[in-house]
């Protein structure tokens, strides 16, 4: 099993930034690639961002390329989302959660965080 608590939500006038943190407890955290995912009301969940197990490799959403950036520290069982340039179409609930693989598709992460709200205002 592997825990994983998001933290770093919060309230923000577009153009500001947030940063996600993602601790993880459990299993080893450095076997498994980390993805953040969204989902605003009435919507489905999508894909945001995914890092490799090692970290050198990562994939955004074309939404949020350029302005977002994931990261991890392997040391500290964190994963991290900078989010840059926020505009109100970001407001969602944001989830990261633990996969085998990179990926976008979220039925292949098997494990999940609750979710910390981000709310970007006009």
């Known amino acids: 099993q592997v825990q994983l608590v998001e933290s770093g939500g919060g309230l923000v006038q577009a153009g500001g930034s947030l940063r996600l943190s993602c601790a993880a407890s459990?299993?080893?955290?450095?076997?498994?690639?980390m993805g953040w995912f969204r989902q605003a009301p009435g919507k489905e969940r999508e894909f945001v961002a995914a890092?490799?197990?090692?970290?050198?490799?990562?994939y955004y959403a074309d939404s949020v390329k350029g302005r977002f950036t994931i990261s991890r520290d392997n040391a500290e069982n964190t994963v991290y989302l900078q989010m840059n340039s926020l505009k109100p179409e970001d407001t969602a609930v944001y989830y990261c959660?633990?996969?085998?693989?990179?990926?976008?598709?979220?039925?292949?992460?098997?494990?999940w965080g609750q979710g910390t709200q981000v709310t970007v205002s006009s």
């Open positions: 459990g299993r080893t955290f450095s076997n498994y690639a």
């Open positions: 959660a633990a996969s085998r693989g990179a990926t976008t598709a979220a039925p292949a992460y098997q494990y």
């Open positions: 890092i490799s197990w090692a970290g050198p490799n990562t």
